[in-house]
């Protein structure tokens, strides 16, 4: 028997999360982006992670094109970066309102995220509505912070004990 969609987003609200903007961005074109929270490392030899990205997401057809990406990990002050990247306003205004630079391969950096990951496209796998984008990692950057969270459909933030 199928299980209940309702169900289903129910079981998903108790994976609690770090919060990412994926990017790209071809030579000579308009960034694009989206937050994403279906991150994950997948190999450390080679140095593999991975991000689902629904088949109708504009950045998702650029990042099949142009076959490089950026996973951007927000710091705990990002909401708004999340919110704005989160669908609602264009490509345009979702980059206007933030520092960022192109990468080593145009992707856009988020200059304050608190960790960036560089990608080469390696494989991408079609999985129901979304696209399993597995890359290969060509570079990082990490800075100093704490992560935003998300969990049970709100953004949370740690608490040091
Ligand atoms: C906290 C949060 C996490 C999200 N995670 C994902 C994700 O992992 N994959 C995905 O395809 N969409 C995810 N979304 C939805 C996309 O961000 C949203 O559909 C996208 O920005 C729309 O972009 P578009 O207007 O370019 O299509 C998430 C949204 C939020 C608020």
Same mark, same amino acid.
């Not at 609200?13 to 997948?42: E, H, I, L, N, Y």
């Not at 593999?48 to 997401?57: G, P, T």
């Not at 950057?141 to 740690?158: I, M, N, S, V, W």
């Given at each position: 028997m ?6 289903? %987003?129910?079981?998903?609200r108790?994976w609690?999360?770090? =919060?990412?903007?994926?990017?790209? %961005?071809?030579d +000579?074109?308009?960034?694009?982006g989206?937050?994403?929270t279906?991150f994950s !490392?997948v190999?450390? *030899?080679p ?6 990205i629904n088949?109708?997401? *504009?950045? +998702?057809?650029?990042?099949q *094109?142009?076959?490089? /990406?950026a996973v ?8 708004a970066?999340s919110?704005? /990247?989160a669908?609602?306003s !264009?490509?345009?205004?979702?980059f206007?309102?933030i520092?960022?630079?192109?990468g080593?391969?145009n992707?856009? =950096? ?6 960036v990951?560089e990608?080469k496209l ?5 999985a +129901?509505s979304?696209?399993i ?11 100093e ?5 998300y /969990? ?10």
């Amino acid at each position: 028997m199928a299980v209940n969609e309702q169900d289903f %987003k129910n079981a998903l609200r108790m994976w609690a999360s770090g =919060v990412t903007v994926v990017t790209s %961005k071809a030579d +000579g074109q308009a960034p694009k982006g989206m937050t994403a929270t279906s991150f994950s !490392s997948v190999s450390m *030899d080679p140095p593999q992670i991975l991000v689902c990205i629904n088949q109708k997401a *504009d950045t +998702g057809e650029l990042i099949q *094109d142009c076959k490089h /990406f950026a996973v951007n990990i927000l710091n705990t002050d990002q909401q708004a970066v999340s919110n704005q /990247f989160a669908g609602g306003s !264009s490509q345009e205004e979702r980059f206007a309102s933030i520092a960022w630079h192109e990468g080593d391969h145009n992707s856009p =950096v988020l200059e304050d995220a608190l960790a960036v990951i560089e990608c080469k496209l390696e494989q991408q796998v079609q999985a +129901g509505s979304h696209w399993i984008m597995v890359g290969n990692v060509e570079k990082v950057t990490c800075k100093e912070g704490d992560p935003l969270l998300y /969990f049970d459909g709100a953004y949370r933030e740690l608490i040091h004990s």
